[in-house]
């Protein structure tokens, strides 16, 4: 072969050698470089979660700024319950009766006040003597001849309503006595109070003024009726 034709020929080859390795340079880089892209779109993805937490924000600002639900208060509410008071009762005697020298006496009470109010338990009763003079009184709560014995509850009284309460006692003289202290009216005093209601009652007890006290119930019929 002559010498110049075999220069050509590896010319060739020579050129044809490097025209494939131009060729694969490329590709090999755009793959590479495709992967750092991939991985640099896991925070563009996670961008919405600042959104999210502004959002978040957003709800609770809301919720912050919604009024306050305030619990109503009326007047009714702050005297609903309240005790009976004395200027705000006025007594009377119902109803008397006894056989073999024993009395049974029912004394009401009448919510003469503008509003309602409780009674709940045993009135305190005074005995009153003609000239004004308190007279002694020993009272008890365990029943009498007349009435059982009775656990306390609560009496509403709107204004006009009644309550009532029972008043055992003897009067026939003993241990030397030739009489017993009679009064003329009652000092009755609701539970819990101060203030006296008079009723125009009289009593004459026996044995150191002992009156067995029921009590309050309500209605005037005492605790029998």
Same mark, same amino acid.
């Given at each position: 072969m002559p010498t110049h034709r075999i220069v050509v020929v590896r010319g060739l080859l020579a050129l044809t050698a490097v025209t494939a390795l131009a060729g694969c340079g490329p590709d090999s880089a755009t793959t590479r470089a495709a992967a750092p892209r991939a991985s640099s779109s896991v925070p563009r993805s996670a961008a919405p979660a600042p959104s999210g937490a502004g959002a978040s924000q957003g709800s609770a600002s809301r919720v912050s700024a919604s009024p306050a639900t305030e @619990?109503?208060? /009326?007047?009714?509410?702050?005297?609903?319950? $309240?005790?009976?008071?004395?200027?705000?009762?006025?007594?009377?005697?119902?109803?008397?009766?006894?056989?073999?020298?024993h009395l049974h006496l029912v004394v009401a009470l009448r919510n003469i006040g503008g $509003?309602?109010? +409780?009674?709940?338990?045993?009135? +305190? #009763?005074?005995? *009153? @003597?003609?000239?004004?003079?308190?007279?002694? *009184?020993?009272? +008890?709560?365990?029943?009498?001849?007349?009435?059982?014995?009775? +656990?306390?509850?609560? #009496? #509403?009284?709107?204004?006009?309503?009644?309550?009532?309460?029972?008043?055992?006692?003897?009067? *026939?003289?003993?241990?030397?006595?030739?009489?017993?202290?009679?009064?003329?009216?009652?000092? *009755? /005093?609701a539970p819990g109070d101060s203030h006296p209601v008079p009723v125009q009652a009289a009593a004459d007890p026996c044995d150191g003024g002992h009156l067995a006290v029921s009590p309050l119930v309500a209605g005037d019929q005492g605790s029998v009726g």
């Open positions: @619990a109503p208060t /009326t007047a009714a509410a702050s005297t609903a319950g $309240m005790p009976c008071r004395g200027q705000a009762l006025a007594g009377r005697l119902a109803s008397s009766d006894g056989a073999a020298g $509003m309602e109010c +409780t009674l709940d338990g045993f009135p +305190t #009763v005074g005995l *009153v @003597a003609e000239d004004g003079s308190a007279l002694p *009184v020993r009272a +008890t709560h365990d029943g009498d001849l007349a009435f059982p014995a009775r +656990t306390p509850s609560t #009496v #509403v009284l709107a204004p006009g309503e009644v309550a009532s309460f029972d008043l055992g006692f003897s009067h *026939v003289p003993a241990d030397g006595q030739t009489a017993c202290p009679a009064a003329q009216s009652l000092a *009755v /005093t």
